[in-house]
């Protein structure tokens, strides 16, 4: 008998092993549908966008993610991005010929983020796609000669800045390419070295010293040379990628190593010689621009050359920014601490100047509200602010109170608080009060949770009349998708038609005061884009979880061909 129990449990944990396993299938087959719908839409969007750089970036960012689906296809859409962008600098020197007024801005160009994308994936390909998509500015950067006259010949050394930015770029590509072809890495990263020194320096040398330590140690003699030759500025300003590339190696030099450590490593004695050239210059009192980096040198004079530290600090006090640092910073963030007894930094924060005071007070007050003393935190602030800055500091207090009765599970008194609100406070407040209670107990809440959306849907109005408003509406949606999706859906649905109005205005307002957000009809999409007028479209990740195949069809309802590709992209983004 125990036998036939024993053999009955088996075959039972190997049924329910199997319903788990078929479950799980069925997921991932769902998700690979998921994220395939996605993609061809995303593509079919990007294919009709009007701008290059548009096509660009979004085409290699949908790259990325169908990398682990299919390669070929990734490829495909990283040389079709590179291609857009070779196409997008070309329409930006038509555009600069056309009227230079409307010059297509060097910082708007996606070539970086798109390169840096492909290099993910395929090092190699970014790196061909790097030499191929080079602007012509940063060409006659590259080529030009040094002058025989003293002539002015650039814009506040834009060339100079053009040749390190491109040299950066290069290296990093170089280093991801070494990275993913072992069987190249030496001759990548000997190359990448012999063309300059850069940020990348010092990962350069630690890749190089894997495959070559001899190579290694002789390229970062020349390295270190390179820093000490450098005066460290262009034209009156100071050179902050030759500055970041010492401090690199510098700060390598100085981290702690185990004994084990066999990674690459600086002769001392070339740190000691490059740590003297900055220090020469950081301390000069002829120049004025260099100070700010003396504060980043005393961790790494305190190793090397301790008499130096004093200098370093009377330097540091020189720098253009020293005037607004606070000596107090250490004491106000001791005083604040939860370790200082309340008694002595009450005592030690009337000796303070009024802002820090306020800080220790406020931090104070926070800490009997946190322990449940809602009457000790309010004497505390009433007896030290006054006039709009105790309205203000009570304000604050009681929003700090919410959360703790929330925490507490004390939903009631919260709630009363919460509607003792001014009217600006208390939408937020209630969103907190519905997502507490209901993470608390999901079955049980439910129900309070919904009615106390329901009391922050009523202080809106039916139509958003602002900017605010809107995002107070989208962060309801966002509360609702957790606790009652299908009246998330139909918020979010409702307001797809005002958007699409505002996004339309928004265009035509942009486009005719040639803003740099809107370009020949179209929203410019670098960095994420401004596709919704800056709002937080998380929304739409939410309601995807809830039902894909409806939040897809409302992604269809929005009229901007932009919009639609890039609440696809965010979507499919958000898959592992």
């Known amino acids: 008998m125990t036998k036939l129990r024993f053999a009955f449990l088996i075959l039972s944990l190997s049924q329910a092993s199997l319903v788990l396993a078929q479950a799980d299938d069925e997921a991932a087959k769902e998700r690979l549908r998921q994220k395939t719908v996605l993609a061809e839409a995303i593509i079919g969007e990007t294919r009709e966008l009007r701008l290059p750089e548009n096509r660009s970036i979004v085409l290699a960012r949908t790259g990325i993610r169908l990398w682990g689906i299919d390669q070929e296809k990734a490829r495909e859409l990283f040389n079709e991005a590179a291609n857009e962008l070779i196409a997008a600098v070309s329409l930006a020197e038509s555009e600069k010929r056309r009227n230079p007024q409307f010059a297509y801005a060097q910082g708007q160009m996606p070539r970086q983020q798109v390169l840096d994308l492909i290099a993910q994936k395929d090092a190699d390909l970014a790196l061909k796609a790097f030499y191929r998509t080079r602007t012509p500015d940063v060409e006659r950067a590259l080529a030009a000669r040094p002058a025989a006259d003293q002539?002015?010949?650039?814009?506040?050394?834009?060339?100079?800045?053009?040749?390190?930015?491109?040299?950066?770029?290069?290296?990093?590509?170089?280093?991801?390419?070494?990275?993913?072809?072992?069987?190249?890495?030496?001759?990548?990263l000997k190359a990448a070295l012999k063309r300059g020194v850069g940020p990348e320096v010092v990962n350069l040398l630690r890749k190089l010293h894997e495959k070559d330590a001899e190579s290694a140690a002789s390229l970062g003699r020349e390295a270190i040379g390179q820093l000490i030759q450098k005066n460290y500025t262009v034209g009156n300003q100071p050179d902050h990628n030759a500055f970041q590339a010492a401090f690199q190696v510098l700060n390598d030099s100085v981290r702690q190593r185990p004994a084990t450590d066999k990674?690459?490593?600086?002769?001392?004695?070339?740190?000691?010689a490059l740590f003297d050239k900055l220090l020469s210059i950081v301390t000069d009192l002829r120049s004025t621009n260099s100070f700010q980096y003396a504060q980043q040198l005393i961790p790494i004079a305190e190793k090397f050359r301790p008499e130096t530290v004093a200098r370093l600090r009377e330097a540091a006090q020189r720098a253009p920014y020293a005037p607004f640092r606070s000596g107090q910073a250490d004491l106000i963030r001791r005083l604040s601490s939860t370790d200082t007894p309340v008694d002595q930094a009450m005592a030690e924060a009337a000796k303070l100047d009024a802002e820090s005071r306020r800080t220790v007070y406020q931090s104070v007050a926070n800490r009997f509200v946190q322990g449940g003393d809602m009457a000790r935190a309010r004497q505390i602030i009433g007896e030290h602010f006054a006039d709009a800055?105790?309205?203000?500091?009570?304000?604050?207090?009681?929003?700090?109170?919410?959360?703790?009765?929330?925490?507490?599970?004390?939903?009631?008194?919260?709630?009363?608080?919460?509607?003792?609100?001014?009217?600006?406070?208390?939408?937020?407040?209630?969103i907190s009060l519905a997502d507490g209670a209901f993470s608390r107990d999901q079955k049980e809440n439910q129900p309070l949770s919904i009615r106390i959306l329901q009391k922050a849907r009523a202080g809106l109005p039916d139509r958003p009349e602002n900017s605010l408003q809107l995002q107070h509406m989208l962060r309801l949606v966002n509360a609702y998708v957790r606790i009652e999706p299908i009246e998330a859906f139909n918020i979010s649905e409702g307001l797809i038609q005002q958007i699409n109005e505002l996004s339309e205005a928004s265009v035509v307002v942009n486009g005719?005061?040639?803003?740099?957000?809107?370009?020949?009809?179209?929203?410019?999409?670098?960095?994420?884009?401004?596709?919704?007028?800056?709002?937080?479209?998380?929304?739409?990740r939410g309601l995807a979880q809830k039902d894909f195949d409806r939040t897809v069809a409302m992604i269809r309802a929005f009229s901007r061909r932009e919009t639609r590709a890039q609440l696809a992209l965010n979507l499919l983004e958000s898959y592992p």
């Open 151 to 188: 002539r002015i010949r650039n814009v506040g050394n834009n060339d100079i800045y053009l040749i390190q930015n491109e040299l950066n770029l290069e290296q990093r590509l170089i280093r991801a390419a070494a990275d993913q072809n072992p069987e190249k890495a030496i001759e990548f």
């Open 512 to 540: 005719f005061q040639s803003s740099h957000a809107v370009r020949m009809g179209e929203i410019v999409m670098i960095n994420g884009g401004n596709v919704l007028m800056g709002m937080d479209y998380s929304f739409v």
């Open 263 to 272: 990674s690459f490593n600086f002769a001392v004695t070339d740190i000691r």
């Open 389 to 430: 800055a105790l309205s203000s500091a009570q304000e604050a207090l009681d929003y700090q109170y919410v959360h703790y009765l929330i925490n507490q599970g004390k939903f009631q008194e919260a709630e009363s608080l919460i509607d003792e609100f001014p009217d600006h406070a208390r939408f937020n407040a209630l």
